[in-house]
């Protein structure tokens, strides 16, 4: 199969623009942080961690701010509590969107989440408003493997991803939440560190609008991605 992944912009951007690079490596060094303070600094036995080390990798987040990050987990043992809270509504057009953050004020990260919600014509809702329209799995994407599609197929059943797909500039593997690690560990391990990789939540239906919507959407997005709290924003906008 060939062609343009849906994919693709479910997670919206995921730190590509140079502008966003030093917010982006905050959003990172908080989840080092909080993985490593919740299970410690052992990789081996700590997957979250094991997690946001390959996310920064995939952002080629610099050494030394990893290592800050996690001597903060020490360091901050008596400080603030971050939480993962999720948030899901409606931007223009109808156009479902999840927000997953990461606070240590729910108060303060969900009115800053409804106000921008409301500053570009959306509308928050309760939580389960927008999930049925998503299913979340595990994703990775490599921009290219030894091998092709045929390995990457064979490797995959091996080791228990759902399927298999080749576009135009990368193939995609997914795979259910629970073997998410399992499949991202070992393929590193073969093929090192994908372009990409993580939990997804991925469109069961997508939602299209007009230009200009989109255009409004596109705001709300980086109003959203703008905030300090919002780890990642996935939605259903047919491409």
């Not at 239906?205 to 919507?213: L, P, V």
Request: a negative charge; charged letters at 25%; aromatic letters at 8%.
């Amino acid at each position: 199969m060939s062609g343009h992944s849906q994919f693709h912009n479910i997670m919206y951007r995921k730190g590509a623009q140079d502008a966003k690079r030093a917010k982006m490596f905050a959003k990172i060094a908080r989840e080092i942080t909080v993985a490593a303070k919740l299970g410690g600094e052992d990789v081996n036995s700590n997957p979250r961690l094991r997690a946001a080390l390959v996310l920064a990798r995939e952002n080629n987040m610099p050494k030394d701010n990893i290592e800050r990050a996690i001597a903060k987990a020490t360091a901050t043992a008596d400080g603030a509590n971050y939480e993962n809270v999720r948030y899901e509504g409606y931007g223009p057009g109808g156009v479902a969107i999840i927000v997953e953050t990461l606070t240590d004020n729910r108060n303060r990260t969900a009115s800053e989440i409804r106000s921008a919600f409301t500053k570009m014509g959306g509308n928050l809702g309760e939580m389960g408003s927008v999930a049925f329209s998503f299913n979340k799995i595990g994703h990775l994407v490599y921009e290219t493997i030894p091998g092709g599609f045929d390995k990457a197929f064979e490797f995959a059943i091996e080791v228990g991803a759902d399927n298999v797909e080749e576009f135009d500039d990368c193939i995609e593997i997914t795979c259910s939440v629970e073997a998410f690690a399992g499949v991202r560990d070992t393929f590193t391990k073969k093929f090192g560190d994908p372009a990409e990789s993580g939990l997804i939540w991925a469109p069961t239906t997508y939602t299209s609008c007009s230009e200009d919507q989109k255009s409004t959407l596109m705001k709300l997005i980086d109003l959203l991605e703008d905030n300090d709290d919002v780890q990642n924003v996935f939605h259903n906008l047919e491409e």
